[in-house]
C-alpha cells in the first residue's frame, strides 16, 4: 500500500525503500528532528535534506516519527525501539541492521 505521507530521497519507492537501502525488509522512512521531513535514510537526508542534522531528544520518543513503507502506520519512537524489527500494526518486517544506525536519528 503507498504510504500518504510524502518520503524525500533518492529513488524512494512506494514502500519507503531508496537507493541506498533497497532490500525487501527496508520499509521504513524516518521524521528528520531537524526539518519535520520524512526520508528513507540518513544519506537522503544528507543528499537532498535540509543540511542541518539534529537527532530526536529522549524526552520527544513518544512523537510519531517512523513511518511503515508497507501499511502507512506512524509509529511514536518509543513504539519503533520497541517493535523487534516488525510493524505493530500490519506484522511487516523491518531490517534490523537499522539499528545500527539509531545513533544518527536518535539520541
Same mark, same amino acid.
Given at each position: 500500500m503507498p504510504h500518504a505521507v510524502n518520503?524525500? &530521497?533518492?529513488a =524512494?519507492?512506494?514502500e519507503t525503500r531508496c537507493?541506498?537501502?533497497?532490500?525487501e %525488509?527496508?520499509? %521504513?522512512? %524516518?521524521?528528520f528532528y531537524c526539518?519535520?521531513?520524512y526520508f528513507p535514510c540518513f544519506e537522503c537526508h544528507q543528499t =537532498?535534506?535540509?543540511g542541518t542534522h539534529q537527532v530526536w531528544p529522549k524526552e520527544k520518543f513518544t512523537e510519531k516519527a517512523v513511518?511503515? &513503507?508497507s501499511c502507512g502506520n506512524e509509529l511514536s519512537i518509543e513504539d519503533y525501539l520497541e517493535c523487534a524489527s516488525s510493524c505493530p500494526n500490519c506484522a511487516a518486517a523491518f531490517n534490523s541492521g537499522?539499528?545500527?544506525h539509531k545513533h544518527l536519528y536518535f539520541e
Open positions: 518520503v524525500k &530521497g533518492v =524512494v519507492d512506494p537507493f541506498h537501502y533497497h532490500s %525488509i527496508d520499509r %521504513i522512512a %524516518i521524521k526539518c519535520g521531513e =537532498v535534506g535540509c513511518l511503515c &513503507g537499522c539499528s545500527l
